[in-house]
């Protein structure tokens, strides 16, 4: 009865783990042991003959194949978890190895499992940049916002190269929540020495966030950087998927404020001032505009043209006036009248008039 009772005592608990783990491995290796963990019917004596076999002088191209075995073997993502990160600063100076972890946790079903395994993963700070790669791809594949965001987090606070911080931004694409994106893109915004795919990447994700609370709030984080020409152009592109006359009007005025603006550069956006709903807030925007330092007579002219636009006589008067000091050349001079017949009010007109005269 008791030799009938032993062979299921020993796939059950962890009597005698270790004298038999240690044989298995004389007889027949890595393998021979995976084979008899597989036979174990408890997740926990499977990971506790698995640790036993990770004490074993197996070498780094075992890693894999121990790593997918054991995992797959269980069926607790507690266990499975215990165990990789039991045993992850072995796997994580490999590359196969830290390949098979991340496949692993995508094998999980819980987000918070898979969370504990990459971060585990993302302590050891000799972690390669391919590494990095496979851990915002698993990460990407998570379902929950809250944890893929830990985990991009968490790489972020160590990333200190550009190629890292890109495939970052490209993975908050995967991110549904406004909320959870932002805190993603601004924690990449806040990294030193961005190249222009980086701004790129981010203006593209910003699109993809529906409040313009949150699209102002990354614009305003990526603005403390000074833009190239081609990126204010993508900037505002990308403005049109702001449909508030308020969050616009911040970030044009903040664009002004912060950015080196060229004429060409400041003329494309003086031209998205045609798509401000309310006459209030575009007139905001071209006043703000005239304040720019070294104001060029291109840039004035744009100024002028785009009053020409608004459908308020008040408003278009308003921002004339305002920009009359500074109308001294004929081409000045011609765009301001073009932009003053445009008013039907005789008062209105007569004060625009009057105002360079």
Known sequence: MKAARLPELVKTTTLGAEGRVNRFYRRGGVSSVLSEIKAMKSDYVMAAYANLLMKLPVTEKDYPTIISSVVDAMDSDHYRTEFLEGNMSKFIQDQSSVDAVCAASTRMESDHYKTQVIKGALRNQSISAEAKKSILLAASQMDSDHYLTEVVTTLLKQANTDATISEAIETSKAIESDHYRSVVLQAALNKSGLSANSYKLA?????GIESDHYKTEVLTMLLKNKLPDDQIFNLVDMSSAITSDHYLTEVFTNVMETQNLSDQSFT???SRVNSVKSDHYASV???SALEQPSLSDAKLISIINAAGVLDSDHYVTEVLTACAPSVKSAAAKD?????????DSETYYGRALRAID
Not at 203 to 207: N, Q
Not at 335 to 343: D, F
């Open 335 to 343: 765009a301001y009248r073009a932009t003053a017949k445009k008013i």
């Open 285 to 287: 925007i071209l006043r």
């Open 203 to 207: 203006l593209e994700s910003v699109r």
């Open 268 to 270: 494309k956006l003086m």
